[in-house]
């Protein structure tokens, strides 16, 4: 099964992208998604409230991510520790979806937020890997416009690797500075010539 990797800043339009390929055929997984359902484990918040403190629990017990958040990416060190807690959990989680998926199709796409680069990472035996860019200030934009507080954006922003590191590790690279349907056009059109074995 070909594994297609979508990776990008956060606003950039990595969502748009895996949504045409999804709307194409392809099933897909949002490693965002998968590191949320983790966080839902108690053997992993308990591994949580001893490294960040209780306070990012909210009333019913659950993870409350923003709290979570505020603690996990203000530093390097921080953001490691948090990593060293629940990708290896995300990482299991991940190789099963990927077993089950195996049976029913011969592509997967996956969306990627927080790739770092590709010999360490779940995209280390990816067949492709896209990267979706757009400037930095548009994609704040988006981001607040979807509902997330701008300086919250920029403290993630701050802790992912930039376009310049995206543009060296992928395949392919899209340009997301347009409209929804260009992006979407460039990315039909791109898989309908890797389908082919011309991409």
Same mark, same amino acid.
């Given at each position: 099964m070909k594994k297609i990797f979508i990776i990008g800043g956060m606003g950039a339009g990595k969502s748009m992208a895996t949504k045409a390929l999804v709307e194409e055929g392809l099933p897909f997984i949002d490693l965002d998604e998968v590191g949320h359902e983790v966080l839902t484990r108690d053997y992993v918040k308990a591994?949580?409230?001893e490294a960040f403190g209780e306070d990012i629990l909210n009333a019913e017990g659950e993870v409350d991510?923003?709290?979570?958040?505020?603690k996990a990416f203000v530093?390097?060190?921080?953001?490691?520790?948090?990593?060293?807690?629940?990708m290896p959990r995300i990482e299991e989680t991940f190789a099963d979806r990927i077993d089950d998926l195996a049976k029913e199709s011969e592509a997967?796409? !996956?969306?990627?937020?927080? $790739?770092? +680069?590709? @010999?360490?990472?779940?995209a280390a035996d990816a067949d492709c890997i896209i990267a979706v860019l757009?400037?930095?200030d548009m994609r704040i934009e988006r981001a607040v416009a979807?509902?997330?507080?701008?300086?919250?954006?920029?403290?993630?922003?701050?802790?992912?690797?930039?376009?310049?590191?995206?543009?060296? !590790?992928?395949?392919?690279? $899209?340009? +997301?500075? @347009?409209?929804p349907e260009d992006l979407k056009r460039q990315v039909v059109e791109w898989w309908d010539a890797f389908k082919a074995g011309n991409a």
């Open positions: 591994d949580l409230v991510r923003p709290a979570l958040a505020a530093n390097e060190i921080q953001t490691s520790l948090l990593n060293s807690i629940t997967v796409v !996956v969306e990627y937020s927080a $790739f770092k +680069n590709r @010999s360490i990472s779940l757009a400037p930095l979807a509902g997330w507080d701008e300086e919250d954006v920029k403290r993630r922003i701050a802790r992912q690797i930039t376009d310049a590191e995206r543009i060296e !590790v992928a395949d392919v690279v $899209f340009h +997301n500075d @347009s409209t």
